[in-house]
Every structure is written in C-alpha cells, then in structure tokens.
C-alpha cells in the first residue's frame, strides 16, 4: 500500500520558519517529480513547488518564491518543504504528491493520485 506521509507543521507566528517532511512507503519515487501542494479553507488545492527526480530542477509558486525551498533525499523516499520568513496567507493543509513523471510539476494537475492526510500550517500575524 502506497502511503505519503507529511509532517512538521505547527503554529508559527509571521516571519517564523518551519520545515516540513514526506515520508514515503509502498513504493519508491525516486524516479517522480515531486511536489507540495495546500488547501486553505474554501480556497482550492494549489501547487507550492515541485521537484525534479534528481533535484536539478525545481518550480515555485510566485508567492512562496525566494521564502520556500524544496528538497529531497531519494536514499530516503523523502521530500522537503522549508518554509522561511512565513505570513498568515501561508495558512492551509499542506500536502505532497508525486509527479506523473520525472519532471519538475508546473500545474496541479500533474500529480499521481496518491495523497496522505497533510500537515497543517497555521501562521498567526
């Protein structure tokens, strides 16, 4: 059974950072893209970064760029999210996703359907 599993999240206030972590079982990625997306309350999903397999290239979202960074460890079927200099708009559940392919992921749709239960991030101005 393919799992996903995200963690790090927390309340930080504004300006605060946190690094948030998915774990991944059941199969191995290290041949996806990966990617974080979020879901703020009655907004829909977005797509934050993704990652290429190799982590030679990587997309941001214009409104996280120069304050997230996306990395990986393939030797750990794990991705990260670094989030710095945080604001309340950061506010959702966050969630990682593997790619259809390789590729760095530049659209929401671009994503396996596999999907954990997310990280909440709660950034208090």
């Known amino acids: 059974q393919v799992q996903l599993v995200e963690s790090g999240g927390g309340l930080v206030q504004a300006g605060g950072s946190l690094r948030l972590s998915c774990a991944a079982s059941?199969?191995?990625?290290?041949?996806?893209?990966m990617g974080w997306l979020r879901q703020a309350p009655g907004k829909e999903r977005e797509l934050v970064a993704s990652?290429?397999?190799?982590?030679?290239?990587?997309y941001y979202a214009d409104s996280v760029k120069g304050r997230f960074t996306i990395s990986r460890d393939n030797a750990k079927n794990t991705v990260y999210l670094q989030m710095n200099s945080l604001k309340p708009e950061d506010t959702a559940v966050y969630y990682c996703?593997?790619?259809?392919?390789?590729?760095?992921?530049?659209?929401?749709?671009?994503?396996?359907?596999?999907w954990g239960q997310g990280t909440q991030v709660t950034v208090s101005s």
């Open positions: 990652i290429s397999w190799n982590g030679g290239s990587t």
């Open positions: 059941g199969r191995t990625f290290s041949s996806n893209g």
């Open positions: 996703a593997a790619g259809i392919s390789s590729y760095v992921v530049a659209h929401k749709e671009g994503f396996l359907d596999y």
